[in-house]
């Protein structure tokens, strides 16, 4: 009867080995998920980089003469000032899509079914918040890039 108990525990603990990716494949796996389903739904994404980017050219008509009273910035650009202000609000802005994404998740039920997997739990973090940041990568390269165009 041991032995019998000993050959099952060991036959599980291979099924779970052979079938389960690595840590770094399941985080892949969750962002790539997490990027398709940022990418079928653009009109969310392109809010907050259409808002960052009014409030970037605004800032710059309105407030890039008074750069010069600034101490420190007298001479340089005043966007270069103001970009990470608005490369900050754009992730701030985005990090709700991520929110929405999860909540969308939980409801349908979605959340519930990849717990179940064996999927880690730090890859179920790690693959919308990397995700995110790679939106917001190329959020912050378009700002970055508007901002050369001046």
């Not at 980017?53 to 710059?60: D, G, P, Q, S």
């Not at 991520?98 to 880690?120: C, H, M, W």
């Not at 790690?126 to 378009?142: C, M």
């Amino acid at each position: 009867m041991a032995t019998q108990a000993t050959s099952i525990r060991s036959v599980t603990a291979k099924r779970q080995t052979i079938g389960r990716a690595g840590l770094g494949v399941q985080i892949a796996l969750v962002t790539w998920r997490n990027l398709i389903t940022i990418f079928r739904t653009p009109a969310a994404l392109i809010p907050p980089l259409a808002i960052s980017i009014f409030f970037l050219i605004i800032y710059e008509s309105t407030l890039g003469g008074a750069a010069g009273f600034i101490p420190g910035l007298a001479g340089n650009s005043y966007l270069a000032f103001i970009l990470p202000l608005s490369i900050v609000s754009s992730s701030l802005s985005g990090a709700g899509i991520a929110a929405q994404n999860l909540v969308r998740d939980i409801e349908t039920g979605y959340f519930d079914k990849l717990l179940l997997t064996p999927v880690s739990r730090a890859a179920l973090l790690l693959g919308p918040i990397i995700a995110l940041s790679f939106t917001h990568n190329l959020d912050g390269g378009s700002q970055r890039g508007r901002s050369r165009v001046r």
